[in-house]
């Protein structure tokens, strides 16, 4: 199982809810099939994209459930990694494994900014409760964690870690790791709107975020990147790119809802403290998507 060979689009999926905030996991079921048959690799819930951070222990499991359900064996489904504490974190991912997810995404414990010796502690005792594949999400903008090339060499031993989400919003990071640590760990791109250039040196998939109302628009990126298509590529990749901004702010979750509404795949609902967009920052979030839609390209004449 530690040998799994992750690659292509893993969509960050949102959690839907209905309007009294509770989990809507009848609209969940028709939106994991519509990433699925759109052509995905894989799904990961409960990801900051989807508010993790206002979800109970039990709903998580309950959104993942949903999201094996849905998937029954077509894609692997991974379940986001996201506590104040290791040993809570140990206890989730014995019960994810239980379920029967595929694999795990890893963020650094949060509230605390640990230092790397803490934090590749916590890795290693996460993986030795699960005994799952594990993607590590390095995001030191948004958590104050970075896990540099070095850390990850000594991380190497580690058998289940297999995959990083690479998203300090510096692309060198994609070749820096390939240089010190080889083929050893599956690469992710985890910006948006690096997706080209990170798939361009060598990133094995993207974990995004833009999937989730445009997936075959993603995955058709993806493609022509790995068939070397570049021109072809940059086309598309120029018209995503305005969307694909949308997906590195405060309010992703808020934009990424709105858009998921606009293009008639999702609503917004969201859990408070967030709150729809209003005023300008909905006028200009809506003026990037029709926009889009209205340019939106045949993506089914490339494969």
């Not at 309010?251 to 709150?275: C, D, F, I, Y």
């Not at 809506?286 to 089914?300: E, F, G, H, N």
């Amino acid at each position: 199982m530690a040998a799994a060979k992750w690659q292509g689009v893993f969509p960050a999926v949102t959690t839907k809810f209905k309007e009294n905030e509770d989990l809507d996991h009848a609209a969940m079921e028709k939106h994991f099939a519509f990433q699925i048959d759109s052509g995905v690799d894989a799904l990961l819930t409960c990801g900051s994209l989807g508010e993790a951070s206002t979800l109970s222990f039990d709903e998580k499991l309950a959104v993942t459930k949903t999201a094996l359900n849905v998937a029954a064996g077509r894609v692997p489904v991974l379940v986001n990694v996201s506590e104040t504490r290791t040993a809570t974190a140990c206890r989730f991912v014995e019960q994810a494994r239980d379920l029967g997810v595929q694999g795990l995404m890893v963020m650094p414990s949060v509230l605390y900014a640990a230092d790397s010796r803490e934090a590749m502690d916590n890795l290693r005792t996460i993986a030795k409760a699960a005994q799952l594949p594990i993607m590590v999400y390095n995001n030191p903008v948004s958590y104050k964690v970075d896990l540099t090339p070095e850390d990850f060499k000594e991380l190497a031993d580690c058998e289940w870690i297999v995959a990083i989400k690479e998203s300090t919003d510096n692309v060198r990071r994609i070749t820096d790791l390939r240089n010190a640590v080889g083929e050893r760990y599956q690469l992710f791109m985890g910006v948006d709107d690096l997706s080209f250039e990170g798939l361009a040196v060598g990133a094995d998939g993207l974990l995004a975020g833009l999937v989730v109302a445009f997936p075959k628009e993603t995955v058709a990126l993806y493609k022509l990147m790995k068939a070397k298509r570049f021109d072809e590529a940059l086309k598309l990749y120029q018209w995503f790119m305005p969307l694909m901004h949308l997906d590195v702010s405060t309010k992703l979750v808020q934009n990424l809802k709105l858009v998921e509404t606009l293009a008639g795949v999702g609503n917004e609902n969201v859990r408070r403290p967030r709150q729809p967009l209003q005023g300008a920052d909905r006028a200009r979030v809506t003026a990037i998507v029709q926009q889009a839609l209205a340019t939106r390209p045949d993506v089914s004449k490339f494969f």
